[in-house]
């Protein structure tokens, strides 16, 4: 009897843990805050070795080009893909989702994609446990998103067009995406 009521603490804790307000695993960064500037390695660092990069089978190189610190200085939105697809299936989905969006949005948003294995910094700065995380970022390098897990087309679009509007400002009741099932 005892075991089975310390297993439901347990889980009781771990889904308190969960909450909408709670980025758990997803590190210090809160909807609103400034991001920490990190620089990450790109393709000009490892002489275009992409192997160098990500563990992804088709990594697409327009992930690639610019440092995390770089790209924030370039003052467009971004959207930061903290995936290991070496070892993640649900990330291996979600890079293929990221080049949809890519083709999309072409050069109106920087999309960066971080792998545990080869920018272990930016895992650090953010505190990522766990995967895939995605952020997106405004122009001027606040927070305005945050997914835990897999993200489908249907939700990343409206954030990226939320991001593209020419006064977009972080709204403060945004909260972590509370349709999703984190922890």
């Known amino acids: 009897m005892f075991h089975l009521r310390l297993l ?9 843990a969960c909450d909408n307000f709670s980025v758990g695993g997803g590190g210090v960064f ?4 400034a991001v920490t500037p990190v620089k990450t390695k790109t393709l000009k660092d490892v002489n275009g070795d992409m ?8 990594p697409d190189p327009r992930m690639y080009q610019l440092s995390f610190d770089e790209a924030l200085k370039k003052g467009k939105p971004i959207v930061l893909e903290f995936a290991t697809p070496g070892h993640c299936t649900q990330c291996d989905q979600q890079l293929q989702l990221l080049k949809v969006m890519i083709d999309k949005y072409g050069d109106k948003v920087n999309f960066l994609h971080m792998d545990q294995y080869y920018n272990p910094e930016a895992y650090d700065v953010f505190q990522v446990r766990g995967e895939p995380w995605t952020f997106l970022i405004t122009r001027d390098g606040k927070v305005d998103y945050i997914a835990p897990g897999r993200v489908l087309y249907q939700e990343i679009d409206p954030a990226i ?3 593209l509007l020419p006064d977009a ?9 509370p349709e999703k099932n984190h922890g």
């Open 8 to 16: 439901g603490c347990l889980l009781l804790l771990s889904l308190a």
């Open 161 to 163: 067009q939320h991001l």
């Open 169 to 177: 400002k972080v709204s403060p009741e945004k909260k972590l995406n």
């Open 51 to 58: 192997s160098k990069l990500t563990s992804y089978r088709y």
């Open 30 to 33: 809160k909807i609103g805050q």
